[in-house]
């Protein structure tokens, strides 16, 4: 890439291009099959021509093969005749021995030297001839053909020439003879400009000459995508980007990965947001723009005001040409690539829309505003003849009036353009166009008084809009400033009406104990009577909150009472939205039945009204009931038609992570982990607010726990716990902690689960939810049986009984919760308390098989393979502590084990297939992903010792005792003491604490 800059640094690894890659490849196959190949490589600057090319040489050359590079240069035609041949021959100096270089060069090397010197010597008496003057062209193309069939001979040869667009003739004939006459095993790799290829340059004829001869294929590289261009900004960060900066990144350099290196450059590695155009890359961007006539540089500067496309008849309109030769401009400009003519639009846009930025960059401060108040004027007009008009148009006549500035023109046109958009669910755009009008408010005096929304107006839908697309923060300040102006006690309704309002953003945006506030002032100030939608909206939303703080039976009553004053008041909206908290709450407390009707009820009514906040909120509602009464396969439809309807009405910002956070959880509840996680990681691309966040970051924490990516796991759980406690909610930080908890077990730090656990049942007191209760004391009761365990082996009876005292009250805690008053027992609570009974039983002795078996039938009946297989692997643990027979407990074992490894749920896996070595139970093997790979040495294997030996001297440095060795794998007493001698004498040590020694020492514990 031509005019790089200094800082500007490249991914590591090639991103995408994985089919182009393969396209490439295959011809380097034929060529090693001796046939000769050529592909003609075309792109945009920028867009990775040179960059595939790399990999591909680099792939050759790690196999030994021969590749040879070359480009032409930037010069002019006829001044470096054969620059690329040149070039390629001097990489064949260092790249063959002297010896066979000769036997290569032939006959050909005095006459190569010419254009080579340095293949010299030149015969005695040849004249040094320096330019190509000297030689016939048609004898050094034969020689050269010979040279690289000579080449060939010794194996597939690739030969590169790039950036063909700058070929100077010689170097355009040369290649051509050379593709219609190669014979042998050459791959010829041509790469050119599309977007320097204006329609008389001299590269078209070959192009066409190459196609007719049908022996090039052509490979056009495009641009990147969003995925491929975060993966572009992470490689060179070395950690993924904020979504905003790729966003914003993607949307100027529209996926053109040298642009976006700059960009990235630009910002110095900070992320300081979108500034202007580094200068390099702008001097670039213009030079093409700066190889057109005056004119038409004038006319591209016009163009470049309207924005990134532009209406032929605006810009006939602004331009004031006369039309034919504004025709020929614009050819002049769409030949030159700079401008694109569309079909359906009836305009042009910029091919990139760098280069629109860098042109309107480029013009002076006093040439902008009366362009756009030019298109500004041109654009009313067109709207006034056709009488209506798009909410884009609305938009950009805003913009307009707005750079022009004419404040009160704008400030009118933004009102207008924020109800189209929100009209058309637009939601972000609303917001802005509304904060533009408040912002122009004051400035504007005359045209705010004619205003068809008043500011408070303004300011409650700016906020509402802002909202819905996720910026709950921004929806909080708007809202705050539409009460700081309302008086309490003039206007009780209006300011309970914003307090509700208040409340919901701050829940949005994390602060629910601010939120309960604002609600419970609502409710206060507005009067009971005369009955009033006002007064009810304010109690469904208290209700609603109390639901969100798990104090369900509290909220189940708030909300009946709202659905009574709003069918007192008339307020069909507010019922709507009082079911659906009503619904919520009660499928909380196990009434599935009842909670999903209500939930319907309020889904029916605002798909009546049309309400997309509420509609959302109870597909979305119904998703988490499902969820909760473990029913996952109906949780993730409910929540993927919530996103289907986010997607709809522009509120993916604020729906879309909850709706994905909660599908993702059922999935994994499912076994269905890589669905999950491909869904999380598009959420994390809305770049979600700190709450939003936190919804997200369960699922992925869960997914970690159980694949094993502990470390992972732990950050994601903990960055939850570490937001303040009076945002979270019991349903966000009680799985936070009861899978923290887990995390702690598997980890090996039970004494950390069990400290986990203490303080997340501190937060439960007002929770009357038994599936979070019962979820978090399952996870104590995990850890106890792993602390009673360990009690054991030390032979501390004290640290037992308090292992069990302890599991002992965490059971009661979950039966209670199940058992309440008011609360039903759901599938997914019986299947958690069953697993807890079953956790129970081995933390006062071997565990009971029978509970086991039922614990893992009940995670069957509701489709969770991850928990079946758990308990399935503590199930043949159980059975043979209690002395079954191998064969019984081999068929769980080896169930868990498919389980486990379909999943790819490695900690568990580990365990499966630790107890069955122990228990010598034959499982399937790993399946091997071909070849023959030896497996590595395995740190012992040169002291002797047999696996089983290993694990028996794993035991002793544990500080086990034989007894407690036979009991851990199942054999006898007098099986484990023969063991431990043999292990003494083949480490050549005299007792246990030497053999203890020497494990660490060779780091045989692992
Ligand atoms: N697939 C890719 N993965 C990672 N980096 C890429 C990829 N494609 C291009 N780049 C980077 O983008 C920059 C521009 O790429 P490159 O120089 O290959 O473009 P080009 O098409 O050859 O441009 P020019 O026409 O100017 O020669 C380089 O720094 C390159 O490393
Ligand atoms: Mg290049």
């Given at each position: 890439m031509i005019g790089g800059v200094a800082l500007r640094v490249s991914s590591p690894v090639l991103v995408g291009r994985a089919a182009e890659a393969g396209q490439l490849w295959a011809a380097f196959e034929r060529a090693q099959a001796g046939s000769p190949a050529t592909v003609v490589v075309a792109g945009e600057a920028g867009v990775g021509k040179t960059r595939l090319v790399a990999e591909l040489i680099g792939r050759v050359r790690g196999q030994g093969a021969l590749a040879l590079a070359g480009g032409c240069l930037d010069v002019g035609e006829g001044v470096v005749a054969y620059a690329p041949l040149v070039e390629a021959l001097r990489s064949l100096i260092g790249a063959v021995d002297p010896a066979e270089l000769e036997r290569v060069l032939g006959g050909a090397r005095a006459e190569l030297a010419r254009l080579v010197p340095e293949l010299g010597p030149l015969e005695a008496g040849a004249e040094a001839a320096t330019?190509?003057?000297?030689?016939?062209p048609g004898r050094l193309f034969e020689l050269l053909l010979g040279v690289l069939h000579r080449l060939a001979g010794r194996g597939p040869l690739l030969l590169v020439v790039e950036d063909l667009h700058w070929a100077d003739q010689s170097t355009r004939d040369l290649l051509g003879f050379l593709v219609r006459n190669l014979r042998a095993g050459v791959v010829m790799l041509l790469t050119y400009r599309?977007?320097?290829?204006?329609?008389?340059?001299?590269l078209r004829p070959f192009l066409a000459e190459l196609d007719r001869s049908g022996r090039a294929e052509r490979l056009e590289l495009a641009r990147l995508g969003r995925r491929e261009l975060s993966e572009l900004l992470a490689g060179i960060l070395g950690e993924p980007a904020p979504a905003a900066m790729t966003l914003e990144i993607l949307a100027r350099s529209q996926g053109n990965p040298f642009f976006a290196e700059e960009l990235l450059a630009a910002r110095g590695g900070g992320d300081g947001g979108s500034g202007e155009l580094p200068e390099a890359l702008r001097d670039l961007l213009l030079a093409r723009v700066e190889a057109l006539p005056q004119p038409a540089q004038r006319l591209l500067q016009v163009a470049a005001v309207a924005g990134q496309r532009v209406h032929h008849d605006l810009l006939a309109e602004v331009a004031a040409q006369p039309s034919g030769d504004l025709v020929e401009l614009l050819r002049e400009a769409v030949a030159h690539h700079v401008l694109v003519a569309e079909d359906d639009s009836g305009g042009y846009a910029f091919r990139h829309a760098l280069v629109q930025e860098a042109i309107y960059d480029d013009l002076l401060p006093v040439q902008r505003p009366p362009l756009h108040a030019a298109y500004a004027r041109a654009l009313a007009a067109l709207i006034e003849e056709r009488g209506d008009a798009a909410a884009a148009e609305l938009g950009r006549l805003a913009y307009h009036w707005y750079t022009a500035h004419d404040l009160g023109r704008a400030l009118l046109a933004s009102v207008q353009a924020g109800q189209a958009a929100e009209a058309g669910f637009a939601q972000a755009e609303a917001a802005g166009h509304y904060e533009r009008a408040l912002e122009l408010w004051e400035q504007a005096p005359e045209a705010a008084a004619s205003s068809p929304l008043d500011r408070r107006a303004l300011l409650q839908r700016a906020a509402q809009a802002a909202d819905l697309a996720g910026a709950h923060t921004r929806a909080v300040a708007l809202i705050s400033q539409a009460l700081t102006e309302t008086d309490d006690d003039a206007e009780p309704l209006q300011a309970g009406v914003l307090l509700e309002r208040l409340a919901r953003y701050q829940w949005g945006a994390g602060d629910t104990a601010a939120a309960m506030a604002a609600v419970e002032r609502a409710v206060a100030i507005i009067p009971a009577e005369p009955p009033s939608a006002e007064r009810a909206r304010a109690l469904a939303a208290h209700g609603q909150l109390l639901m969100l703080r798990s104090r369900n039976r509290a909220a189940q009553a708030r909300c009946e009472e709202a659905v009574a004053a709003a069918r007192r008041a008339g307020a069909r909206a507010v019922e709507g939205h009082a079911l659906n908290s009503l619904g919520s709450s009660l499928g909380r407390r196990g009434h599935l039945e009842a909670g999903v009707a209500h939930l319907q009820q309020a889904r029916a009514i605002a798909a009546e009204l049309g309400d997309p906040d509420d509609l959302c909120r109870a597909c979305h509602n119904l998703g988490c009931t499902y969820l909760d009464n473990g029913r996952f396969q109906d949780a993730v439809d409910a929540e993927l038609e919530c996103l289907d309807l986010a997607r709809r009405f522009g509120a993916i910002g604020g729906y879309g992570p909850a709706a994905i956070a909660t599908a993702a959880e059922a999935l994994l509840w499912l076994g269905r982990w890589d669905q999950a996680e491909r869904l999380v990681s598009e959420a994390f691309d809305l770049d979600p607010e700190p709450k939003a966040m936190v919804t997200l970051l369960l699922p992925r924490g869960l997914h970690r726990l159980w694949r094993g990516h502990l470390e992972g796991a732990r950050k994601d759980l903990n960055w939850i716990l570490e937001r303040s406690k009076t945002s979270l909610e019991p349903q966000d930080s009680v799985p936070a902690y009861a899978w923290l908890a887990a995390e702690a077990t598997w980890a090996g730090r039970p004494e950390d689960a069990r400290a986990t656990v203490a303080a997340g049942l501190a937060l439960l007191d007002e929770v009357d939810q038994a599936d979070l209760v019962a979820e978090l004391c399952l996870a104590g009761l995990a850890a106890e049986a792993a602390l009673a365990g360990r009690a054991v082996a030390r032979r501390d009876e004290k640290a037992r009984g308090q292992a069990a005292r302890i599991a002992v009250s965490l059971l009661e805690r979950a039966r209670a919760a199940a058992g309440a008053d008011g609360v039903a027992v759901t599938g997914a609570v019986r299947a958690m308390l069953l697993t807890a009974e079953a956790e129970r039983t081995r933390v006062a002795g071997p565990g009971d098989p029978g509970r086991w078996a039922q614990a893992a039938g009940a995670w069957d009946n509701l489709g969770c393979p991850w928990p079946a297989a758990y308990a399935r692997w503590h199930l043949a643990e159980a059975l043979l502590e209690a002395g079954a027979p191998r064969e019984e407990a081999a068929a769980p074992l080896q169930q868990a084990q498919a389980t486990a490894r379909g999943l790819g749920a490695a900690p568990l896996l580990g365990e499966v297939e630790l107890l069955a070595r122990r228990a010598r139970i034959a499982l399937a093997p790993e399946p091997v992903a071909?070849?023959?790979a030896t497996k590595p040495a395995a740190p012992g294997d040169e002291l002797g010792l047999t696996p089983r030996e290993k694990e028996v001297l794993a035991l002793v440095a544990d500080g086990r005792t034989n007894r407690q060795i036979a009991d851990a794998l199942f054999i006898s007493d007098k099986t484990a003491s023969v063991h431990v001698s043999n292990i003494l004498a083949k480490l050549g040590v005299a007792n246990r604490a030497e053999a203890t020694a020497t494990v660490h020492r060779l780091g045989l514990n692992g």
């Open positions: 330019g190509a003057g000297a030689l016939v599309s977007d320097e290829l204006h329609r008389r340059h001299p071909g070849g023959d």
